[in-house]
């Protein structure tokens, strides 16, 4: 039995980095609870498919390869296409329009490999990914990736930053952001925040702004002392455990090596954060009925927004 009352949820996720696989690569993944098999044809173009072959299950993620523009089964060399279609049985004239692989919408951007997933495959994506303006510009860094699987679920990790009053006891913060604003708007929500930082000079203002787009993709935008964003992705790998990934950039200083410094200083800083808060995300149970103080952040805000992405309903309660 799961600890969270919870399906899992629909949107887009993150299910690899564009670097992971050459073209002709085949890779084996596990998310939503599902084996699936990413692949790559020779154009370039991504395919995520369930990966159990539909002829006698075979997974087609270890030992399958690509060939002109397919993926050929290990087992007895079933051949299927980018939509799913079984395209050959090389040894039968026939072919069995009834074996079809289930293919999720994918699109590479803004550096990340993301897939519509929905429990109803007949649902197209209902929103698109948009472009981050920041990622390949110029005046900013590339990406400093970590990554992290945790015993949670999304929502859990998400509500994290709708809760302000955690900094001071789980990161050891002297000040608490202040939420100025919280909106949603469909799939995304945004919460605007300013926080104080005591530094030798004094104190200084800066704003922390989190931009949710769907159930398990957000932008993080730092400013003040220094302008960083954070990408950050979760994707539900069963009902209790998820991978989340962080993607830093800064907006670059002259000197490269500030740069670089000021990027490592923030993943150092996420990566503290991160080992502080998985014991506490790990073992807390979800109160559908929470008690809070009314100087706590959005929480019960936010579950009503991250509601929506359960297309099976939550539990009477929750
Ligand atoms: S199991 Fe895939 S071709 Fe037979
Ligand atoms: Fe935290």
Redesign the pocket.
């Known amino acids: 039995m799961s600890r969270f009352p919870f399906p899992h949820p629909y949107g887009w996720f993150q299910v690899a980095y564009p670097d992971e696989l050459e073209p002709g690569g085949v890779k084996a993944l596990r998310f939503w609870s599902t084996d699936l098999v990413l692949w790559r044809d020779e154009a370039g173009e991504y395919h995520l498919q369930d990966a159990f ?1 539909p ?4 997974h087609l993620g270890v030992g399958g390869h690509v060939q002109d523009g397919a993926i050929t ?1 290990p ?4 051949r299927f296409d980018g939509s799913g279609s079984c395209l050959e049985i090389p040894y039968s004239e026939k072919i069995n329009r009834k074996a079809r692989l289930r293919t999720y919408p994918v699109v590479n951007r803004n550096g990340f490999i993301l897939a519509w997933r929905h429990p109803d495959e007949t649902v197209a994506p209902m929103w698109e990914v948009d472009e981050i303006a920041e990622h390949g510009d110029d005046g900013w860094s590339s990406y400093y990736t970590s990554e992290y699987v945790i015993r949670t679920i999304p929502q859990e990790m998400m509500e994290n930053s709708a809760d302000p009053a955690h900094f001071l006891f789980v990161h050891g913060t002297e000040t608490v952001a202040e939420v100025e604003e919280y909106n949603t708007d469909g799939p995304c929500s945004v919460m605007l925040s300013k926080q104080s930082y005591v530094t030798p000079r004094g104190t200084t203002w800066g704003r922390i702004d989190v931009y949710n787009f769907g159930p398990g993709y957000s932008k993080v935008w730092f400013s003040g002392i220094v302008d960083a964003i954070n990408i950050a992705t979760t994707t539900p790998i069963d009902d209790e455990s998820c991978v989340v990934r962080f993607n830093f950039m800064v907006r670059k200083f002259e000197d490269e090596r500030m740069t670089s410094t000021v990027a490592e200083a923030f993943v150092k800083e996420i990566n503290k954060q991160i080992v502080e808060d998985k014991p506490i995300w790990e073992n807390k149970t979800f109160l559908p009925v929470p008690a809070l103080a009314d100087t706590d952040g959005p929480i019960l805000k936010f579950r009503k927004w991250y509601a929506q992405f359960y297309a099976e309903g939550v539990p009477a309660g929750a």
Do not use: I, N, Q
Request: glycine content about 20%; overall charge neutral; aromatic content about 20%.
């Open positions: 072959c002829h006698l299950g075979a089964c087992f007895h060399g079933w």
